[in-house]
C-alpha cells in the first residue's frame, strides 16, 4: 500500500504508507509549530487517508516559513531532530515546482546547517 499526494491529476510523491504517515505526524507538528496550516489535505477521494491534496500556495508558505525556522535555530538536537523532515518538504516543494532557496546568511544560521539541509533536500529529490 501507499499514499499519494497530488496536485490535481498530478502525484507529486507516492511513498510507502509508513513514510508517508510518519511525514503527516510531522507535518502535523510543525503546522502547531509554526501556526501555519501545511496545504496539505483530504484528496480528491473523500475518506480516502492514503489520497492528499497539495495547495501549491498555502504549500509554499509554510515550506518557506519553515526553512526560515530550520535556519534560525542553533540548537543542535532541534536540528537534528527536523533536517530530515525539512529536506524531505523542501523535495516535495521542488517536485511541485514552488521555489524554495535555502540562502546562506551568517547572521542567523550557521554555513554548516544551511550546507547539511541543501545536500539532504538534493539526496531527497527523487523522492
Known amino acids: 500500500m501507499s499514499m ?5 491529476d498530478e502525484t507529486l510523491w ?4 509508513g513514510a508517508g504517515r510518519l511525514f503527516l505526524r510531522q507535518l502535523e507538528l510543525f503546522e502547531a509549530e509554526l ?14 487517508p492514503d489520497t492528499l491534496e497539495v495547495d ?3 504549500y509554499a508558505e509554510f515550506v518557506r516559513a519553515l526553512v526560515a525556522r530550520h535556519r ?13 523532515f525539512v529536506a ?3 523535495a516535495l516543494a521542488r517536485r ?6 535555502i540562502p546562506d546568511d ?22
Open 88 to 90: 524531505t518538504a523542501v
Open 106 to 127: 551568517p547572521r542567523t544560521t550557521s554555513a554548516a546547517v544551511v550546507t547539511a539541509l541543501a545536500t539532504r533536500a538534493r539526496e531527497l529529490d527523487g523522492l
Open 14 to 17: 507516492n511513498p510507502s504508507n
Open 35 to 48: 501556526n501555519l496550516p501545511s496545504g496539505i489535505g483530504q484528496g480528491k477521494y473523500w475518506g480516502d
Open 56 to 58: 501549491p500556495a498555502v
Open 72 to 84: 534560525r535555530t542553533a540548537h543542535s538536537v532541534i536540528l537534528a531532530l527536523s533536517e530530515g
Open 4 to 8: 499519494y499526494f497530488d496536485i490535481g
Open 96 to 101: 511541485a515546482e514552488i521555489d524554495v532557496r
